[in-house]
Each structure stands twice: as structure tokens, then as C-alpha cells.
């Protein structure tokens, strides 16, 4: 049905044309970016809907219509005419930003720039796509801005239309720019992209060659070439074979056959190994069947069988990475090969090949050994979940579509978290090895929680916003902690420090200057508190508290004898480790009265006390030090 002799559609055509000759005017450049807004147009936008005061609009429904039809014949004239790649094309980025600007005054359906970019999309090329997708990454968050719960389906029907035309193997950046914008366009805790029911992806199916049954060489036919070939000799030679030729063919034949019969054992294992490695994905795109013991059983033979595989392989590539350095190291090198990081990071797989002649291959490659124990290290951490201990945690969930009855037993639970550890260990080694476990750990731990988050049925994920009030009040009582308070003339647990005042003690410095600060103390100002320690040695109730009197008394006793060296030091002998410590405050004179009253002692020494007027000589003891004595006249 045609339009043209609608009038509100011809009144909006004309509006919206004259919105596009402005916009030409305000962007010169036929490139994507700079976005337009409404003060680009001077209130243009807003007067589309004074248009609908007019006699010809009924209600508001057919004011939308009119705007969607007006748009949607602007749209397709531009498209037929102009290509994505030519300059004018510039006119469909304009025509959006302007349906954009009027979907958020409410001039027209909010999805409406959706279903134009939905239209543009189905009518591009797959480079003409991604020109479109660089022109709603640069307006995502305007677009997204308003009225988005509008809009969601329209933007989830686009992009999935989308990524069904795209391949994941040549198209496997430009599939991630689709995803991207679908996570940063949906709220976190949006419930459109989550699996509720726990489906798994059972049309994936991996296929892969039924090998032939092993035939055996026959032995004649051998014989019968080995008796061809001797022939031939003989008759090249003129004469026939001795003994000693013979002999030396069967040992060059012995000495090639452990390379042979090593090639042949490498070829035979490869062949064992290649239908039990494939039939692993079956169990990695429906982990539910393990729940079957007997596929439980297969699958944990034939887990370790290929880690087993891989951790030889790896040896191997090692032992020949070793020899090939020490190779090259001897020679020159013409040309540099890439580096091993760059072959890794750079390796995209988007689907197996399951060929036998590409079996050796896959599994010496890093990158492809490493996307299978990623496989692996999924199912196990899967596996792990069902354990008692794991299923305690989701008791109170909500959802049990996601919720297995079956438990796993403590033997295999034991098996899965070796085998985990082994993962994990693998995965380090090679280029990087560090970071890439690293990256799949964080990836792996983050979708523990999102799983737990589905089985809780998934709650909302959003704060409340804070109210007028809670701002305020938060904001009072920050400037009240921040606030520079009044100190206190004493505060509490400080000290008093009016000592250092100059007003009440001018005589400070002199305190200071007393003798009792700096002046050595006599070995007798040590007596009575080495008298106090014995006594509290011997009241002391407790070890501990004993044990700190001795301390007390040996420093003492210590600082005692170091002064009384400079004096007294013939009395030492009289010290036994500090059990005589009396000796050295006792008189001479009482020393000498112990000697008479002893019998066998000594003689007595004689007087020799000066009198008034003599001169006094004291006595010098054996290290030449004067003796002190007692210098009161009888």
C-alpha cells in the first residue's frame, strides 16, 4: 500500500528531508563519527511534534505510524541509491542519529533506529556489517540510553540474525564485536542470555573415522621378496654370496629393524588412542551421561589415557626442541622462524579435524593440547560440584532445573581432583604458560559464581540507589570526622609537661649540671641494694619472680666489683663467684682483728698510724695500687 497521498506522512517526509540538508550542513565529513545532537538542530527536533496538532493526526498511535513511514521511505530511497562505501552514505548515518534523537523525546517508537539498523543489516554485505557495527559501537550508549526495555528484543533479534550468517572460522574477531555489544548494551543480571533450563549443545556431534581392522604382512611374501632381492645381488656380482656377506646384511637388517619396530609402536599407539580421544567430546557436550557408571568408567580411562599422551608428547617436543637449539647454535641461521608465542596466540580452531592423518599433528600442537584439557578441565570442575560437600552449599536454590539428584562418590571425587591437579600443571608449561592457566582460571572462577547465580534463580544484581536523606546525612558526618576539632590543654593519657617551663624552673639547666647525673658511684652505694635483692630472693613466692631478683642482684653485684677493681682489687681473692660480696665494704681493721682471733693466722701487722705531724705513707698493694686505710687520729 502506497503513502504518497497520505498528507501526514508527506508533512513528515518534508520536516525530517529539511532535519537532513541541516545536518549536511553541521557535519561536513561523510565519516561516521562526530554523533549529532539536538542543539545541532536548534529545537528542529522538537517542533516534528507541534506537527501533530494538525486536523490530519487522530491520536498518538497514528502520529508514530506516520513518523515510522515517512522515516522508512527516506530510508529506503537512500539505500537504493547509494552504496555503503560511497561518501552519500553518510546521509543513512544522519537519518538514524535523527530517528535516535526523536525515539528519546518520544516523537516516534523507540525501536524504530533498531529496526532500520535490523533492515540495513539484512541488505549489507558481510563488510558492509561491520562498517554498520563500527557506527553502533560509536552510538551504543546514546542508543541505549532510553527506553531500552523497548528496544532489547529488537537489538537480541538483530545480533543473533547476525552472528547466524557469520562464520566462527573466518568471521571469529568480528563475532566477538557482536558479542561485545551485546554485553555492554544488557544490564549484568539480565535473564535473556542465560541457559535456566541447563540445556547442553547435544547437536554438536564429533565425527570421526572408523579405522580398519590391523592385517598382518604375510611371511612368504617377505621370504619371497627377501629371496628375489639376494637373487639379484648374486646375479649383479657374477658370483654367489659367502658367508661373510651374509652375515653382514643380517646385522645391517637387525640394526635398522628397533627404528622400524619404534615408528611401527608410535603408529599402532596412535591408532589405539585416536577413537578413544574423539569419543571424549561426546562426553564433554553432554556431561549428564557420566552419571552412568559404566560411561563414568570409559571416560576416566579414557581421560588418563590422553593425558598421559600429551605429557609424553610434551617430553618429546622438549628433548627435541634441546637438540635442534644445539643444532642451530652450531650453524648460522639465514632466516629466523616465529617465535613459539606468536604460533600459539596467533593458532584459531574453530572446529576439530578429526582426519587420522592429522591425528599426530593436532596433538604436537600446544595450542590444540591446550584447548582440550580446557575441555577437560571444565568437566572436571562440573564433576566436582556434585559432590556431598559442593551440594550443601546449594541447598536453599531455587532453580532445579540445574540441580542433579546424582552425588558423586568419594573415590571419584578423589580421581577428579588429581586429575584437576594434573590439568593444571600441564597447562603452565610451554610459552606463557603461567599467564594462559592464569586466564583460564579467572574465567573458570567467574563462571562458579554465574552459575550459582543461576541456580539461585537469578536475583536481581542491583544496589538501591541512596536516597536525598542517607546523602546528606553521610556528607555531615564526614565533614564532621574531618573537621579540625579544639585540643584539650591536657589530653587524655598525655603527660604533664610543665617541667620544661622556663617561668617555674629557671634553674633547670642547672639540675641538669648536678654530679649526681655524671659522677661514678661508689662500690658501697651498692651494698644495701644487693642486701634488699638477697632478701627478695628469699621471700620470692613464684620461679619466675626469683628468677628477676637474680638478674637484679648479678647486675648489681657486677657494677660492684667493676668499681672496686680500680681500688680493691687484692680483696678479689677473697670473693668466691660473687658469694663474699661483704668482703669488699669490711674495714681493714676488722679484717685484721678476724686474723688474730684465728690461731695459725698470720702475725699481726704492726701499727703504723702516723701520729700528728708525721707523714703519712700508705702502703701499696702487690699490682701497685695505694691501699686505702683509715685516716683517724687515736
Known amino acids: 500500500m502506497s503513502s504518497d497521498g497520505i498528507a501526514s506522512v508527506q508533512t513528515y517526509s518534508v520536516a525530517i528531508k529539511s532535519l537532513l540538508d541541516k545536518a549536511r550542513l553541521v557535519k561536513v565529513s561523510s565519516s561516521i563519527e562526530p554523533a549529532l545532537n539536538a542543539l545541532d538542530f536548534a529545537g528542529d527536533i522538537e517542533q516534528i511534534g507541534k506537527l501533530s496538532n494538525g486536523s490530519f493526526i487522530a491520536n498518538n498511535q497514528a502520529h508514530y505510524a506516520a513518523i515510522e513511514t515517512a522515516c522508512r521511505n527516506i530510508f529506503y530511497d537512500l539505500l ?23 525515539s528519546d523525546i518520544e516523537q516516534c517508537e523507540p525501536g524504530l533506529v533498531f529496526w532500520l539498523v535490523e533492515e540495513l543489516l ?49 568471521d571469529a574477531v568480528f563475532c566477538g564485536r557482536v558479542f561485545i555489544f551485546l554485553f555492554q548494551s544488557f544490564p549484568l543480571g539480565d535473564r535473556s542470555s542465560v541457559n535456566l533450563r541447563g540445556e547442553y549443545h547435544v547437536e554438536n556431534v ?49 640394526s635398522t629393524n628397533p627404528a622400524q619396530e619404534e615408528a611401527q609402536g608410535k603408529i599402532s599407539e596412535l591408532d589405539t588412542l585416536y577413537p578413544i580421544f574423539w569419543s571424549l567430546q561426546e562426553s564433554f557436550s553432554m556431561p549428564t551421561r557420566l552419571f552412568d557408571t559404566n560411561h563414568f568408567q570409559v571416560f576416566k580411562n579414557g581421560l588418563d589415557l590422553t593425558i598421559r599422551k ?41 572446529r576439530y579435524l578429526t582426519s587420522r592423518d592429522l591425528f599426530d599433528l593436532e596433538i604436537s600442537d600446544l595450542a590444540f593440547r591446550r584447548y582440550i584439557l580446557v575441555q577437560a578441565l571444565i568437566l572436571v570442575d562440573f564433576l566436582l560440584s556434585l559432590t556431598p560437600k559442593a551440594k550443601r ?4 536454590a531455587t532453580n532445579k532445573s540445574v540441580l542433579y539428584s546424582f552425588s558423586l562418590s568419594e573415590e571419584d571425587a578423589k580421581w577428579a581432583a588429581e ?7 600441564y597447562l603452565q608449561h610451554g610459552a606463557e604458560g603461567k599467564f594462559y592457566y592464569r586466564m583460564v582460571d579467572t574465567v573458570l572462577s567467574r563462571d562458579k559464581n554465574w552459575a550459582h547465580w543461576k541456580a539461585e534463580g537469578c536475583p536481581l ?136 682471733d684465728h690461731p695459725g693466722s698470720e702475725p699481726p701487722v704492726k701499727d703504723t698510724t702516723p701520729t700528728v705531724g708525721d707523714t703519712v705513707q700508705r702502703p701499696l698493694s702487690e699490682n701497685g695500687l695505694e691501699v686505702a686505710q683509715d685516716m683517724s687520729v687515736k
Not at 617430553?315 to 613459539?340: I, M, V
Not at 586429575?419 to 600443571?425: H, L, M, N, Q, Y
Open 80 to 102: 537504493a541509491s547509494t552504496t555503503i562505501d560511497e561518501p552519500a552514505f553518510s546521509e543513512i548515518w544522519n537519518l538514524l542519529d535523527i530517528v535516535s534523537l526523536l
Open 122 to 170: 539484512d541488505s549489507q554485505t558481510i563488510d558492509g556489517c561491520r562498517s554498520v557495527f563500527d557506527y553502533l559501537d560509536s552510538r551504543r550508549e546514546q542508543m541505549t540510553a532510553k527506553h531500552f526495555n523497548k528496544k532489547e528484543l529488537i537489538i537480541l533479534r538483530a545480533c543473533n540474525e547476525l552472528l547466524r550468517r557469520l562464520s566462527r572460522a573466518e
Open 206 to 254: 564429533t565425527i570421526f573415522e572408523d579405522l580398519p581392522a590391523k592385517v598382518e604382512p604375510h611371511q612368504d611374501g617377505a621370504m619371497e621378496i627377501d629371496k628375489q632381492e639376494e637373487g639379484t645381488s648374486g646375479t649383479k656380482e657374477g658370483v654367489e654370496p659367502n658367508t661373510e656377506s651374509g652375515e653382514t646384511a643380517d646385522n645391517a637388517e637387525k
Open 310 to 350: 600429551f605429557q609424553a608428547v610434551h617430553q618429546e617436543l622438549q628433548a627435541r626442541g634441546t637438540s635442534r637449539q644445539l643444532d642451530e647454535s652450531k650453524r648460522p641461521s639465514k632466516r629466523k622462524r616465529n617465535s613459539l608465542d606468536e604460533e600459539v596466540s596467533n593458532s584459531i580452531n574453530p
Open 393 to 396: 552449599k546449594l541447598e536453599h
Open 419 to 425: 586429575t584437576r591437579t594434573e590439568i593444571t600443571t
Open 461 to 596: 544484581i542491583e544496589r538501591v540507589p541512596v536516597s536525598a536523606d542517607e546523602f546528606v546525612q553521610a556528607q555531615t558526618g564526614a565533614q564532621k570526622a574531618c573537621a579540625n576539632k579544639k585540643l584539650r590543654a591536657t589530653p587524655m593519657g598525655s603527660l604533664d609537661l610543665k617541667f620544661l617551663s622556663d617561668g617555674e624552673n629557671a634553674d633547670g639547666l642547672e639540675k641538669l649540671k648536678h654530679p649526681d647525673r655524671y659522677s661514678i658511684p661508689t662500690a658501697e652505694s651498692f651494698r644495701g641494694p644487693i642486701a634488699d635483692d638477697e632478701f627478695d630472693i628469699a621471700m620470692a613466692k613464684t620461679d619466675e619472680e626469683k628468677q628477676m631478683m637474680l638478674n637484679a642482684r648479678a647486675s648489681k653485684m657486677w657494677r660492684t666489683l667493676r668499681i672496686a677493681s680500680k681500688s680493691k682489687l687484692g680483696l678479689f681473692d677473697k670473693i668466691d663467684d660473687g658469694n663474699n660480696i661483704q668482703a669488699l665494704f669490711q674495714p681493714e681493721g676488722d679484717e685484721n682483728r678476724g686474723k688474730e
